[in-house]
DNA sequence: TGAATTGTTATCGT
DNA sequence: AACGATAACAATTC
């Protein structure tokens, strides 16, 4: 579950502890998380110095000292932890990274959906990853471009990492609420300043979740106060905290998806 | 027990 | 044929 605004609050703080830091040691046991294969994980980082850690959609990437990369993608349930904390024991550890200061990091994740990628070329590896929704790139008229010429609906379209990379089920349905928009509305029937409101809503939605460090759910993320402050996910039956309209639970494209029925009326669409 | 979750891939429909 | 929607899948928790 972690979307872009998790994942960009777990790098900003492993940064500290990993830039600089030479991998001595790697280890995994989960043989289909690492692509190519753990061996050609471990063999491309070990020995290697992480020089930085940044995101690109929802991937962790490490750069590495002689040119590779490592991308690291927590899907559902992946999380990092450290070794050395006197907690309790974190479990379902998969894999793990020795660091030349002694510490252990470690990469746990119950449903094992995670994914490890060792490249020596990250553009071939994040060739289909669309626009940064944070980044320069990330103009109306981008968006209009995406949206204008296709009839998708407006939250399977966002949903595609090909199209925005970043967005998952609650940012997805927290920007569609914020612009007004009713997630089964067809892409390319939007006027003008409804595309200019959706670009506002996602980054706007963005930006806040990253300033409150994401949304913290079951285990699976922990840490961020996002929770608090989102308008319709998760607050199926709540009143709308715009209208009082009680927030409905519908079902797009094979996920949960909550709607202000009133505030993202449909327009006779569909 | 069934529902939920991500993102990819295969398949179905128009 | 091309596009878009839908289903299946991997694996686990509650």
Request: positive net charge.
């Amino acid at each position: 579950m972690p979307e872009l605004p998790e994942v960009e609050t777990i790098v900003r703080r492993y940064r500290p502890r990993l830039e600089g830091r030479r991998i001595v040691a790697f280890a995994s046991r989960w043989a289909k998380q690492a692509a190519p294969s753990v061996r050609a994980v471990r063999a491309g980082i070990v020995g290697r110095a992480v020089t930085r850690l940044t995101r690109r959609g929802k991937y962790i990437v490490f750069h590495l000292d002689d040119g590779g990369f490592l991308l690291v993608h927590l899907r559902m349930s992946g999380r990092f932890e450290w070794a050395d904390g006197q907690h309790t024991r974190p479990r379902h550890v998969r894999s793990t990274w020795d660091l030349d200061d002694g510490n252990r990091l470690l990469f746990c994740d119950s449903r094992k959906f995670g994914r490890l990628v060792y490249t020596r070329d990250l553009a071939a590896a994040t060739a289909d990853l669309g626009v940064e929704p944070l980044g320069r790139g990330f103009t109306v008229a981008r968006l209009n471009r995406e949206l204008d010429g296709r009839a998708r609906q407006l939250k399977p379209l966002l949903l595609d990492q090909s199209v925005i990379a970043g967005l998952g089920n609650i940012y997805t349905d927290e920007s569609l609420f914020r612009a007004g928009l009713h997630p089964l509305r067809r892409s390319n029937r939007l006027g003008e300043a409804q595309v200019a409101a959706l670009h506002e809503a996602i980054r706007h939605v963005l930006r806040k979740a990253i300033r409150y460090c994401g949304t913290s759910f079951d285990r699976a993320y922990l840490g961020g106060s996002m929770q608090k402050r989102l308008m319709v996910y998760g607050r199926a039956g709540e009143p709308c905290r715009v209208c009082g309209t009680p927030i409905v639970s519908i079902r797009v494209a094979q996920r949960g998806t909550h709607v202000c029925p009133k505030c993202q009326a449909l327009d006779g669409e569909l």
